[in-house]
C-alpha cells in the first residue's frame, strides 16, 4: 500500500473530520524542503478525500516569527529589523505590502502550479484575534511544568528562566527576552525592554507577544485539533521540538498531538548558475519552473517521506518526466507489476483525485526537448507535432499541458540542460569542410530519401544502410549529418530528428552539402 494510504487509514480510524496542517516561516528564501512539506501534506490530504473523508487542509504561514539575524542577502538597512515580526518589516524590494508578503509569494505561486489545496492562515492574524490566549494563559500558569517536561524530553540543563512568551515591545517593535513572569494577571504580564527601556504590559489575547516555538507549535495542535502534519525531520529528532510539543499539548493544554509525518530533505543537484541570493545553484523556484508539476509532485510521492531525495537538474528531469508518462500509461491502459502498484498509485496521488477521463497525450519529453530546440514558440513546436501526426486529436487539456511542459523545457535548456542536449538547427549551410568520402556519402542519400516515406523508422533504415555501404561507415555518416545540420559531430537520434524536419529541407541541405 502507498504510504500515504497507510497513513489515511489510520487517521480515519481516530477522527471523523480530520485536519491537516502544514506551515512554513517565510523569514528567507523558501527551500525545495518546502515544496516537499505541502506535496507531502496534499498526498495525505487526497488519500483521506478518496477515502471519502471529509478532510480539511490549513497552511500556516508564520508571519508573527522574528527576523533572527540580517541575512546575507538583505541590504544593511535591515539591521534595525533584526527581533521585529516579520509581518511589520518592510519588503525589502518594495512591491509587497510587507516582508513576509515578500518571501511566501513565490512559495503560494508554487503551490497553486503544483495544485495544493489549502485555507491559507497567517500566524499573526490568529495573535491579533486572541486565538492564542488560552493557551497563553496555560503556559503561564504551568509555567514549572514546561520548564520540567523541557528539561526531561530534551534532556538539557534546567533553565529556571525559560519563557514560554515573549512580549512585543510598542516602542522599538523588538520582541522582548522575557517578561514579568510573577507580574502576570489575566490577560496582562508585565515587561521592561532590554533593546529601548520602554516599560509596559502585554495583553495576552492581543498581538502583544507571541508564544516561543517550542509552546506556539503544540498550541496550534490544540487551536485547530490538528489531525497530521509533516514537518523536516530536524523537528523529529529525540528530545526536538515534536517530542516536547507531544507531551506539552497533553499535559498544559489537554489537547492531542497529530500524527506526525517526518520528511527527509531534498538535495537539489546541478550545475545552474548559483544564484547570489541563495547561495545555491538550483532553488525549489528553479525546481517548480523546470520540472512539470505533476512530475514534481509525482517524484517526491513515489518514495516514502523518510528517505532522502536527490533532485538531479541535469538529465534526471528527463527521467523523472518518462517515469511519470510511464505510470501515467500504466494506470489507464494496466499491467502494473506489484513493484509499480505503489508507483502508480503515487500518479493518481500526484493528480489530487483529478484524473483525466482518458489517457491524456503522450509526446516522449526528449523528443519534446529536441522539438522545442527547432522551433520558436509554441505554435512552431505545434506544427512539428502536427506534421509527424503527433498530435492529431489533441484535446484542450493536451494542449495545456503541452503549453506547460514547452514552458519547463525552454527554462531548462537556458539554465540547466548540460551542453549535451543543446543544439540549434543552422539556419544556413555551416561553413565548414567535408572530405570527399563524406560528400559522397551525403549525395547518395538524396535519391534514397527523395524516394522513401518521411517517418523516423525509414530514415533511420536509409541513413544507416547507406552508411554501412560507404567509406565513412554508419558513425561516419551520422558524423556528417550532424555537421551540415546543427554543425556538430553528435545530436539527437538521427531518425526522429531528421523527421522532425521538413523533407524538403533536409534534401536541399543535402544538396548544398554534396554540390
Ligand atoms: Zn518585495
Ligand atoms: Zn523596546
New binding site residues.
Given amino acids: 500500500m502507498h504510504w500515504a494510504d497507510v497513513i489515511a487509514d489510520e487517521i480515519i480510524g481516530k477522527c471523523d473530520k480530520p485536519l491537516i496542517s502544514t506551515g512554513i516561516s517565510p523569514t528567507g528564501y523558501i527551500h525545495v524542503g518546502s515544496l516537499r512539506e505541502a506535496i507531502t501534506a496534499e498526498a495525505v490530504r487526497s488519500a483521506l478525500e478518496s477515502k471519502g473523508s471529509d478532510v480539511r487542509m490549513i497552511y500556516l504561514i508564520d508571519s508573527f516569527d522574528p527576523l533572527r539575524k540580517r541575512y546575507e542577502f538583505l541590504p544593511g538597512s535591515f539591521e534595525e529589523h533584526v527581533k521585529k515580526p516579520i509581518c511589520n518589516i518592510p519588503c525589502p524590494c518594495g512591491e509587497h505590502k510587507t516582508y513576509a508578503d515578500h518571501f511566501i509569494q513565490p512559495f503560494l505561486e508554487a503551490k497553486d502550479a503544483i495544485g495544493v489545496k489549502c485555507e491559507i492562515i497567517w500566524t499573526h492574524e490568529l495573535y491579533e484575534q486572541g486565538k492564542f490566549a488560552e493557551m497563553i494563559d496555560a503556559s503561564f500558569a504551568k509555567r514549572d511544568k514546561v520548564i520540567e517536561i523541557l528539561t526531561e524530553v530534551s534532556q538539557k540543563e534546567k533553565n529556571e528562566n525559560y519563557a514560554p512568551y515573549t512580549p512585543l515591545?510598542?516602542?522599538?517593535?523588538?520582541f522582548?527576552k522575557q517578561p514579568d513572569f510573577d507580574s502576570y494577571k489575566f490577560p496582562y504580564v508585565s515587561y521592561k525592554?532590554?533593546?529601548?527601556?520602554?516599560e509596559g504590559k502585554a495583553d495576552i489575547r492581543k498581538a502583544d507577544g507571541k508564544l516561543t516555538w517550542r509552546l506556539e507549535w503544540p498550541a496550534k495542535w490544540k487551536m485547530f485539533n490538528v489531525s497530521a502534519e509533516p514537518f523536516g525531520k530536524d523537528h523529529a529528532a529525540a528530545g526536538g521540538s515534536y517530542d516536547t510539543g507531544l507531551r506539552i499539548v497533553k499535559e498544559i493544554f489537554g489537547g492531542n498531538a497529530p500524527h506526525p509525518i517526518p520528511y527527509e530533505f531534498v538535495q537539489l543537484k546541478g550545475k545552474g548558475q548559483m544564484h547570489k541570493s541563495t547561495g545555491s545553484s538550483v532553488t525549489g523556484i528553479d525546481a517548480i519552473s523546470m520540472t512539470p508539476p505533476e512530475v514534481l509532485t509525482y517524484t517526491f510521492l513515489r518514495v516514502n517521506p523518510e528517505r532522502h531525495i536527490d533532485y538531479d537538474s541535469e538529465m534526471g528531469i528527463l527521467d523523472m518526466a518518462d517515469e511519470y508518462d510511464r505510470m501515467e500509461s500504466l494506470f489507464f491502459d494496466g499491467g502494473a507489476t506489484e513493484a509499480e502498484e505503489n508507483a502508480v498509485r503515487a500518479y493518481e496521488l500526484s493528480k489530487h483525485n483529478r484524473i483525466p477521463k482518458k489517457m491524456p497525450l503522450h509526446i516522449p519529453y526528449r523528443h519534446l526537448v529536441n522539438v522545442v530546440q527547432m522551433s520558436d514558440g509554441i505554435d512552431g513546436v505545434l506544427e512539428i507535432l502536427k506534421r509527424n501526426g503527433d498530435f492529431d486529436n489533441a484535446t484542450d487539456d493536451d494542449l495545456a499541458r503541452l503549453n506547460q511542459r514547452v514552458c519547463c523545457v525552454r527554462f531548462w535548456l537556458n539554465g540547466f540542460a548540460p551542453d549535451a542536449v543543446k543544439f540549434s538547427v543552422s539556419k544556413n549551410m555551416p561553413s565548414i569542410k567535408l572530405s570527399d568520402d563524406e560528400t559522397a556519402y551525403l549525395k547518395s542519400l538524396i535519391t534514397s530519401l527523395s524516394a522513401s516515406e518521411w517517418n523516423a523508422e525509414s530514415i533511420h533504415q536509409i541513413v544507416s544502410e547507406t552508411g554501412k555501404n560507404s567509406k565513412i561507415g554508419m558513425k561516419g555518416g551520422f558524423q556528417a549529418l550532424y555537421k551540415i545540420l546543427i554543425n556538430r559531430t553528435s545530436g539527437p537520434r538521427l531518425g526522429h530528428f531528421l523527421a522532425t524536419m521538413k523533407k524538403d529541407f533536409v534534401i536541399q541541405r543535402l544538396k548544398e552539402a554534396s554540390a
Fill in positions: 515591545c510598542p516602542k522599538c517593535g523588538k522582548v525592554c532590554e533593546q529601548c527601556g520602554h
